[in-house]
């Protein structure tokens, strides 16, 4: 079959290598690139780095526990559940366990607590100083048995009474310049807190220290050894109330401890410098 050049191209034979080519690619879009968005980006803060709260403005929620509301129970009520406080106060000692109490903190069942301890409390020294005379015997006097054994039962009873007040009045002079010392490390705690938190372990601890103490040389072994616990327990329940670390609030409470050390050592110095001067002069 011969071709014929006025028909144009061959049939099959693919298009025109002369003619322009028919922009195989279709026509391109009109606009292939959008207009961005006016601001992608939000606006930074105002204040990004602005000034903290103040420090008293609410607990800080880094101790692994959450503070607890503020939910003081009735009177009788707070009174039923001392005894289970008391027990586990002692028996788990941690920040967290007084964490979990101090919520109940009210100076009425404070006041109570603190009668209730002064109270018993004496009533032990009382019956330790009849159980373990020292001041008056018969081998040293010549007074009858029945006005020694007066005398003896007066003397405790002015001791016991005297000793409840000191004890009275250590509790706030104790707890004041504890929580003086916490706030001024950062505490955050109130003070009726720390006192509410501090007699969960001072009250048991304090009537168990007197009724081992009746014995003569084992009882003040083993009270020195709950004086030393009293102390570890007292760091916890100050870290609990104040929210402190454990540095600041062992600081809170082995600074006062120090300084009553420290006054003691004075003390007995200037009595022995006394002392001495009396005796020297005697000669």
């Not at 005894?83 to 006041?111: H, N």
């Not at 006097?141 to 250590?170: D, E, K, N, R």
Request: glycine share 10%; net charge positive; aromatic share 12%.
């Amino acid at each position: 079959m011969s071709w014929d050049p006025n028909q144009g191209s061959q049939p099959g034979s693919g298009p025109n290598p002369y003619e322009p080519p028919q922009n195989p690619y279709g026509a391109p879009p009109q606009n292939p690139y959008t207009t961005p968005p006016q601001n992608p980006y939000t606006a930074p803060p105002q204040d990004p780095y602005g000034t903290p709260p103040p420090a008293g403005s609410g607990y800080q929620p880094d101790y692994g526990y959450a503070a607890p509301a503020s939910a003081p129970l009735p009177l009788g009520q707070a009174l039923a559940g001392l005894p289970r406080q008391y027990l586990k106060a002692v028996t788990k000692p941690s920040p967290r366990t007084f964490a979990e109490e101090m919520g109940k903190a009210d100076w009425g069942i404070v006041w109570l607590q603190i009668l209730f301890y002064v109270i018993i409390y004496g009533v032990l020294r009382f019956l330790a100083s009849l159980i373990n005379p020292i001041i008056y015997s018969t081998g040293t006097t010549t007074l009858p048995s029945s006005s020694v054994q007066l005398l003896t039962v007066l003397s405790s009873g002015v001791g016991s009474v005297f000793y409840a007040i000191i004890i009275f009045l250590f509790i706030f002079l104790w707890n004041g310049l504890v929580y003086m010392l916490a706030k001024a490390f950062g505490g955050q705690g109130r003070f009726v807190t720390q006192m509410y938190t501090f007699l969960l372990f001072a009250v048991p601890l304090g009537i168990l220290s007197g009724l081992i103490g009746i014995v003569p040389i084992v009882g003040t072994i083993v009270a020195f050894a709950l004086l030393i616990y009293d102390i570890v327990l007292n760091i916890f329940s100050v870290m609990a109330a104040h929210r402190l670390s454990g540095g600041r609030a062992t600081g809170a409470v082995l600074i006062p401890i120090g300084i009553l050390v420290l006054l003691i050592c004075v003390l007995g110095l200037v009595l022995g410098f006394l002392l001495a001067a009396a005796i020297n002069s005697g000669r």
